[in-house]
T-cell receptor, first 112, second 114 residues
Framework: AQSVTQLGSHVSVSEGALVLLRCNYS??????LFWYVQYPNQGLQLLLK??????LVKGINGFEAEFKKSETSFHLTKPSAHMSDAAEYFC??????????FGTGTRLQVFP | KAGVTQTPRYLIKTRGQQVTLSCSPI?????VSWYQQTPGQGLQFLFE???????NKGNFPGRFSGRQFSNSRSEMNVSTLELGDSALYLC???FGGGAGETQYFGPGTRLLVL
């Protein structure tokens, strides 16, 4: 069975600081990995995804993530946080279909 | 293209009632999935429909059901509502529901059961 673990339910950074949101997965077959963002009272928006090929994936709004098979990780980073990045971020995995298994989410706060 | 739309956006029901939520996928998308989001359980997969057939099902009781129409629009129904059914119900669509495909989410229907 597949699973996703997001370390840290809350992360706080200052505006302009590095954002690092951690995600580890468990899967017996090669996974597809996703990061979604959810703003208050909205649905989920795809930030980026890893399917095959290049392990460093660039997404929208300056975010990127690196697939590290040896560490079973897919951490999300952004070099410089902006106030508008404050939201909840979900890491998810899928395998044979597009059914998503989500982590518990990380709420990102950005302070001025 | 218009995104995924869900109606209604907000709903208040009482225990024992039933409710029907609607989802219109992105034009051309044939796969529709439903997820329940609660503070306690997070985001959980309910079921997926493709070409009017339920192709995948999560671990929810039979009170939760769905269907898909020939135009790919989908509805989910919850019968005999319980307080614990209060949640944000999210619909997502993708072209074929295949491995690695991106799911596009609607804004959700927030259901409150009193």
């Amino acid at each position: 069975a597949q699973s996703v673990t997001q370390l840290g339910s809350h992360v706080s950074v200052s505006e302009g600081a590095l954002v690092l949101l951690r995600c580890n997965y468990s899967s017996s077959v090669p996974p597809y990995l996703f990061w979604y963002v959810q703003y208050p009272n909205q649905g989920l928006q795809l930030l980026l995804k890893y399917t095959t090929g290049a392990t460093l994936v660039k997404g929208i709004n300056g975010f990127e993530a690196e697939f590290k098979k040896s560490e079973t990780s897919f951490h999300l980073t952004k070099p410089s946080a902006h106030m508008s990045d404050a939201a909840e971020y979900f890491c998810a995995v899928s395998v044979r279909t597009d059914k998503l298994i989500f982590g518990t989410g990380t709420r990102l706060q950005v302070f001025p | 293209k218009a995104g995924v739309t869900q109606t209604p956006r907000y709903l208040i029901k009482t225990r024992g009632q039933q409710v029907t939520l609607s989802c219109s996928p992105i034009s051309g998308h044939r796969s529709v999935s439903w997820y329940q989001q609660t503070p306690g359980q997070g985001l959980q997969f309910l079921f997926e429909y493709f070409s009017e057939t339920q192709r995948n099902k999560g671990n929810f009781p039979g009170r939760f059901s769905g269907r898909q129409f020939s135009n790919s629009r989908s509805e989910m129904n919850v019968s005999t509502l319980e307080l614990g059914d209060s949640a944000l119900y999210l619909c997502a669509s993708s072209f074929g529901g295949g491995a690695g495909e991106t799911q596009y989410f609607g804004p959700g229907t927030r259901l409150l059961v009193l």
